[in-house]
């Protein structure tokens, strides 16, 4: 068996992932590299330490904690992690007194434990109808006998289940799940396998695979599309991206996730280049000709991420 | 000899009494103020029409005022009548006289009719429980926050004819003088407060069939009828019965003189109107007036016209604690509604526009001036006047009804402090019901709280209430339990449990005077289980109770023997089939209620004990003491304030390590109330609520063991310590439901939202479906804050006190302290445009 996952997040009362209120686990590490990216901190199969140097007062208590001598005062009185040294063991976290320090990463528990912390919000999943979402990084990227284990066990529990992938995965892991998950939220990036392979770093390919695969074996599909500026918004990507769709899915509904810019800050807390810039979100009005191509070629149950 | 005595002691009354006619005249000599603001138009105000809009401006913009004709009118009852008749008798008489020589107004458009003062705005005093000083006055006119008009001729008033009249006769002198010292030692160190110090007991609803229902002459001949049957062969209470009764006569007179007084006022103005459509209204006032002075009220005006009599004469009569409330509104005007709209005579629109001006009444009246400690437990001037909808009928079957919807309607358009709304959902309650209330508290006020219609049945029937009597109950004042009409329910204080440790801590001493004011318990440096330390909390609380139920009960007796209150009796059953007050324990059901406060602090300090010193041994007990003792300011102690303020098990965060502790708390406050007598043939029992108090409480509280300063506020109802929950809302109310909230008599949580965490319908579903999963797990109540640009403005100025806030980003929610700067600036700047 290989080792445990990772996973850098546990969010009750989610709302925006899957119908109802809804327990999201982010598990920790991706395949993908994409440019525009809003969640560094999850792509990396590593423990990551982040560091928030704008609540960061220097204080010097983590100096003390830190077993690698990673952390020193600079000249300038400042406190500084020295990336070099740093394994990520967390140790400085809790020393931290303006929580300017995080460790994203922990190793996940057994399945059944995870699958027990899960259920805690039971009540408020059969009140909304609502359940759990297995999201990342890439959940299907990770051991799929834990992941296996966890959604067989929320799914005798009669809990919902939403897998939110973005479909680079072995054919295998998608099978294994698919007794097990109620609802697969389903990212597509860019129809232009070239487009696809210089802004996410692999092809498209098994992705179309997979959903295809998922479509013809009567799953049910939600669409969701990052929509960023310039890479994938104009309307003739978005036409294909909705005959592809109306031609091997059918008619699912499709969230149109607009780029934000949330992620700046987190590459600065973590220590990495965020790489390729310039992308923007598309105005509203675009946004709007968008949800109404979507509506020509049949796609009705068109959502706005936001 | 002794014919000339008399006689002088008649010029001396005489005197008095034309010094107290000399005095109400300067002081009606000054009209009401009002306050200057910067949109001085009533045309931005809120309200369906004109007439609501302006009434509404009028009541927001009036500057409050002192009203000293009630005190001038009661000082010159008791001159003429005390000690020549009964107390009761002499109530009544107050309240008569009152409303017989009170100035009364119509004010221009006015659809209900009635002020407890000259006007809106007015603040009558009640000398007879608490008697301002000059200082006292001086300060409301002068404070910063809401302040009250005093002019000379008040404090004239005051220092000439109500100060040495009322002075040593005041409740409150006698209540400070009946108690011992180890209750002045707690009271003056913050572990309770005592609600009967400046206010009288009350607490309770509309909600019996013949208060809802009568006319004042049915009722009149019901009083009539229990004297007539007063058993003076056999009942040694059967003089004292008569004059309670007798007592209830004249209080009702006073309701029907009062309104007659404004039926005349109604009509004269009519006949001077020149604008037909005016004089017709106030003809039509009159008719409502004269009609309810002594019938049965016909239509759904009238119905309105006369409940705000009576709560005018239960508001006149005494100050009780949380004023008073129409209870199940909606039902009771169910069948009006229905009856005039089916006869042409009202439509949805005019039955919209009266329970406006019905709002627009309640917030006309300021909550009495309050002074010292109560001013600080209760920092507010809303009197607790807390509107019911929904819920449940007695029959059990579903109360919702078309006027429930007007009165959402209602709340939503005229954004009142007062009256304060909430709704009470019950498993029968329509989903559409349940929405629509959702979409007003996402507006962002407040309003309305929701109430758990089963809950409060099951608390009503572990309290020993019948089935149909637990059906007509519900919440009123903020989230009290009783059961309206036929329940005497007040509040005598709240408790300050996180202090408790404090005193535990330091062996029975508070460190902020060196007194000793709890049991010697032991230095708890000794203890060598966290199960001594709790013990001895357990040793500490039950004495501090014992101190508090003894007060209490003896002030629940001074109020019954100096403050009988013969018109909210004659409105709650059974005090005319007793002949009993409802001071005295004439209701059917009797309660005495206990608010503990600061759950949340207490479980976060002794969790931080036990995981830190205990169980983990990160520091201890003598390290613990000296860095509470510096409030954290010595060289080693931020390393435990760290430690204690992060990572360690924390209520709210559906984390059984800490919530089990709640739990045992819980219990024992639990315990240690209820059930003891209540000196008016009923017990106490507890709430778990704050008002305001828990900033009164953290002030006097030094630093805690979870990390919190001194003088920070303690946690407030049973929500958890600022920035503990880390976890979401449904981690917070997993955790509040692991309270068993049946055996209470009401507890009160607060959830802070963004608007944008809960916008479009599917929001509104998470937040409805939110509510229907607390109350399916058994919690009493929950009210949301919906927080604005500014309160986001200042969550990123003092992220440390903003952990708990949720903020809806883009396509996903997240807390808002692990936003960075820019996220942050977008969002307070989407907010802004969101609005």
């Known amino acids: 068996m290989a080792a445990r996952p990772l996973i850098f997040n546990i969010q009750r009362f989610s709302t925006h992932d899957g119908p109802g209120i809804r327990t999201t686990v982010f598990f920790k590490g ?10 560094p901190e999850s792509q990396s199969f590593s423990p990551q330490l982040m560091v928030d140097e704008d609540r960061c007062v220097s204080c010097g208590m983590c100096l003390a904690a830190c077993p690698q001598g990673a952390i020193a005062r600079g000249a300038d009185g400042c406190v500084r992690t020295d990336r070099a040294y740093c394994v990520a063991c967390g140790a400085c976290v809790d020393f931290c007194p303006e929580d300017a320090r995080e460790l994203a990463g922990t190793p996940a528990p057994l399945a059944a434990e995870l699958a027990d912390r899960l259920l805690a919000d039971r009540m408020f999943f059969e009140r909304s109808g609502g359940g759990v979402t297995l999201s990342g990084g890439e959940c299907l990227a990770q051991d799929i006998d834990y992941l296996e284990e966890l959604c067989r066990t929320l799914h005798d529990e009669g809990v919902h289940v939403a897998i939110d992938t973005c479909g680079f995965a072995p054919r295998g892991h998608v099978e294994r799940l698919l007794p097990y998950a109620d609802l697969w ?26 959903l295809a695969f998922l479509a013809r074996s009567g799953a049910k599909i939600e669409i969701r599309v990052p929509v960023v500026h310039p890479v994938n918004d104009g309307e003739e990507a978005m036409c294909a991206l909705a005959a592809y769709v109306t031609e091997r899915v059918g008619t699912p509904r499709v969230s149109l996730l607009p780029y934000h810019t949330t992620g700046t800050g987190k590459y600065r807390r973590l220590g990495v280049d965020p790489g390729q810039e310039g992308f923007r979100a598309p105005s509203a009005e675009h946004m709007d000709r968008l949800v109404k191509l979507l509506a020509e070629q049949g796609l009705t149950d068109v959502e706005l991420g936001g | 000899m002794e014919t000339s005595t008399i006689a002088s002691f008649d010029d001396i009354a005489e005197q008095q009494l034309e010094a107290i006619d000399a005095a109400l005249a300067a002081v009606r000599s000054h009209d009401a103020p009002t306050r200057v603001t910067s949109h001085d138009t009533w045309a931005d105000d809120h309200g369906m029409n004109e007439r609501v809009k302006r009434l509404r401006h009028q009541s927001e913009t009036t500057q409050p005022y002192l009203d000293m004709e009630r005190a001038l009118i009661e000082t010159a009852t008791y001159l003429r009548h005390e000690g020549s008749v009964s107390t009761p008798e002499l109530r009544g008489m107050v309240l008569r006289d009152y409303f017989a020589d009170k100035t009364i107004s119509i004010e221009p458009g006015e659809l209900i009719v009635g002020e407890k003062g000259r006007g809106p705005q007015a603040a009558p005093t009640f000398p007879e429980l608490c008697c301002h000083t000059l200082a006292d006055m001086r300060n409301m006119n002068d404070r910063e926050q809401v302040n009250f008009r005093v002019t000379d001729d008040d404090l004239a008033a005051q220092a000439s004819i109500v100060i040495p009249y009322w002075r040593a006769r005041a409740s409150r002198e006698k209540i400070m003088r009946a108690q011992t010292s180890a209750w002045h030692d707690a009271f003056e160190a913050g572990i309770f407060t005592e609600f009967y110090e400046q206010r009288a007991g009350g607490h309770t609803c509309l909600g019996s069939e013949r208060g809802v229902r009568a006319g004042f002459d049915e009722i009149r001949a019901d009083i009539q009828a ?34 007659e007084r404004y039926a005349e006022l109604a009509e004269r103005m009519a006949a001077e109107e020149s604008d037909a459509t005016r004089a017709a209204e106030l003809a039509q006032i009159a008719e409502n007036c004269r009609t309810v002075a002594h019938d049965r009220p016909r239509t759904f005006w009238q119905w309105i016209q006369r409940y705000w009599f009576i709560h005018l004469a239960i508001t006149s009569e005494t100050n009780p604690w949380d004023a008073y409330t129409p209870g199940r509104l909606d039902q009771h005007l169910i069948g009006y509604y229905r009856a005039d709209v089916a006869a042409g005579e009202l439509t949805r629109e005019r039955a919209l526009e009266l329970l406006e001006c019905l709002w627009v009444k309640f917030n006309n009246q300021p909550a009495p001036p309050k002074v010292g400690v109560t001013l600080k437990e209760s920092g507010t001037y809303s009197d607790f006047a807390n509107i019911n909808t929904g819920g449940i009928t007695p029959e059990g079957t579903d109360g919702v009804n078309e006027v429930s919807y007007l009165i959402l309607d209602c709340m939503d358009e005229m954004m009142f402090i007062q009256p304060n709304s909430n709704v009470q959902i019950s498993r029968k309650t329509p989903r559409r019901f349940l929405c629509r209330a959702c979409e007003v508290a996402r507006a962002g006020w407040g309003q309305p709280a929701f109430y758990n219609t089963e809950e409060i049945v099951d608390e009503l029937l572990a309290a020993g209430k019948s089935l149909a009597d637990a059906r007509r109950g519900g919440s009123s004042g903020c989230v009290e339990t009783g059961c309206w009409g036929y329940e005497a329910y007040p509040l005598t204080g709240y408790f300050n449990l996180p202090k408790i440790l404090e005193i535990t801590l330091n062996d029975g001493v508070d460190p902020r005077t060196g007194k000793l004011i709890g049991l010697r318990t032991g230095d708890p440096r000794s203890f060598a289980t966290y199960d001594e330390l709790f013990d001895a909390y357990v040793r500490q609380m039950k004495h501090f109770i014992d101190i508090k139920v003894r007060g209490s009960n003896i002030n629940t007796q001074i109020c019954a023997r100096e403050n009988p209150v013969p018109f909210m009796s004659l409105m709650t059953e059974d005090c005319i089939a007793r002949g009993e007050d409802y001071n005295a324990g004439g209701a059917r059901y009797n309660t005495t209620y206990l608010q503990g406060v600061g759950i949340g602090s207490i479980t976060d300090a002794l969790a931080s004990i036990k995981y830190n010193v205990y169980d983990h041994a990160r520091f201890t007990m003598g390290e613990l003491l000296g860095a509470l003792a510096s409030n954290f300011a010595g060289e080693c102690d931020a390393r435990i304030r760290v430690l204690a303020s992060r990572r360690t098990p924390k209520y709210g965060n559906d984390d059984d390590y800490a919530d089990d502790i709640m739990r045992a708390v819980f219990a024992c406050f639990r315990d240690s ?17 704050p008002t305001t108090c828990h900033i009164y409480f953290g002030e006097v509280t030094g630093a805690s063991p979870s990390g919190r300063l001194a003088g920070e506020p303690v946690s407030d109802g049973i929500s958890p310590e600022a920035h503990a929950d880390v976890n979401g809302p449904t981690a917070v109310i997993k955790s509040c439901a692991k309270m068993d909230h049946a055996s209470t008599g009401g507890t009160l949580l607060n959830q802070k939202f963004t608007p944008s965490s809960i916008a479009g319908d599917r929001g509104l579903d998470n937040l409805a479906d939110l509510v229907r999963s607390y109350f399916d797990m058994g919690g009493h109540h929950v009210q949301f804050n919906i927080v604005d640009r500014e309160t986001l403005i200042d969550a990123q100025r003092h992220p440390e006190a903003y952990r708990d806030l949720i903020v809806r980003v883009a396509g996903f929610s997240e807390k808002w302290c692990n936003l960075g700067r820019e996220l942050q600036d977008e969002i307070i700047n989407r907010t802004e445009q969101g609005f």
């Open chain 2, 673 to 689: 109330v209820t059930g003891r007598p209540n000196m008016r043939r009923g017990e106490w029992r507890i709430d778990m609520l």
């Open chain 2, 226 to 259: 229990a004297i007539d049957a007063l058993d003076y062969m056999a009942d040694e209470h059967a003089v004292a019965k008569c004059d309670e009764l007798h007592g209830m006569l004249i209080a009702l007179d006073a309701v029907t003189i009062l309104a």
């Open chain 1, 30 to 39: 991706c395949p993908l590299r994409c440019a525009w990216c809003h969640n």
């Open chain 1, 185 to 210: 939220l389903y990212d597509l990036k860019a129809l232009d396998d070239e487009v696809h392979r210089r802004t996410t770093g692999v092809s498209n390919e098994r992705i179309l695979d997979n």
